[in-house]
């Protein structure tokens, strides 16, 4: 669901950057199922980023690099759907973030693609209704700390099409106090407006005492190569007890503080849950209007593919 509402913090730091937000999660949901990770609009370009004295890609102790993975204590190859640790999620349109589709189990599936087994979230329109697919693992396989990575190939996005690997708090607590850290969207609409969707990356973080207060940080960027050129990409958060660093194809994207220091320690030290989702229109895109829909036309399939997601201690 859209948030328009200011983090008062990055406003000053970046008072031409920050226009309104989208969370993933949204204000009328719990941390449960039901919630999509909130998605925030991107704000920023990665040149306004640099530099940030607040140390967000930064200068002072951050980590230098993705950690190397030692063994990762849990793999899901997708070789079967386990539903001991997925669940797949049932929503009508509209139910947040003005998406376009409905999330229905009939779209979540296992596949194979190049020999790969993978989960499968297929996107389809079928006259004047779009589908999609959505999982989560809240309450079967959350984690804290360490680092998560996925192997997913995305669909080319333009227009309309709203791909996310993201994480919630596994708590009870009401969105956005559970917490929320999206490692991954694409699709946003400055990207539209650009002809950059390929390349154009989000990720965020969101959280605070209630909708009311909601607060978040967002970073977005063209990636150096296209993110939907058919083929599979690494993308990672490693966590640690002051840090998350966002990064693609082992190349820092971005880094997080969430340190004491950093008024938002709270939020960012629970376990988190997992969500991969394929959205269809809604606001992050700019596109209520499912003949904006370029991406998916009337008949058409589309994927999005997860060839396995690991976590490391
Ligand atoms: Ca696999």
């Known amino acids: 669901m859209k948030k328009q509402q200011f983090n008062l913090k990055n406003s000053m730091m970046r008072p031409l950057l920050l226009f309104f937000i989208f969370a993933l999660g949204s204000t009328q949901q719990s941390c449960s199922s039901n919630d999509e990770p909130v998605v925030q609009e991107p704000v920023e370009d990665d040149k306004n980023n640099n530099g940030n004295s607040e140390g967000n890609n930064g200068e002072n102790n951050k980590p230098d690099e993705p950690n190397t993975p030692k063994e990762p204590y849990f793999v899901d190859e997708f070789e079967t759907f386990n539903e001991a640790i997925w669940t797949k999620e049932a929503h009508e349109s509209g139910w947040t973030n003005q998406e376009l589709q409905s999330y229905d189990e009939a779209h979540v599936s296992i596949g194979t693609d190049n020999g790969k087994s993978v989960l499968i979230l297929t996107a389809e329109r079928q006259g004047n209704n779009i589908y999609s697919g959505r999982v989560n693992s809240k309450g079967k396989k959350s984690f804290k700390y360490g680092r998560i990575e996925a192997s997913i ?18 708590n ?5 106090a559970c917490g929320e850290i999206d490692i991954m969207e694409m699709g946003e609409h400055n ?4 002809g950059t969707q390929e390349t154009f990356v989000n990720t965020a973080i969101h959280y605070g005492t209630n909708t009311a207060n909601h607060e978040q940080e967002y970073f977005q960027k063209n990636f150096q190569t296209s993110l939907q050129d058919g083929k599979y990409h690494t993308y990672a958060l490693d966590w640690e007890e002051n840090w998350l660093v966002v990064s693609i194809d ?28 394929l959205a269809v229109g809604g606001s992050f895109t700019g596109i209520t209007d499912m003949n904006d829909i370029t991406a998916l036309n009337d008949g058409e399939k589309v994927q999005m593919c997860i060839d396995w997601v690991k976590l490391y201690r």
Request: hydrophobic share 35%.
């Open 153 to 170: 190939k995305l669909p080319k996005t333009a227009n309309g099409l709203w791909p996310a690997f993201w994480l919630m708090g596994d």
């Open 191 to 194: 990207g539209i407006a650009n």
């Open 172 to 176: 009870n607590k009401q969105w956005p």
């Open 250 to 277: 082992g190349e820092n994207l971005y880094t997080y503080d969430i340190s004491q220091a950093s008024g938002r320690y709270e939020y960012f030290h629970d376990n988190f849950y997992i969500l991969f989702n």
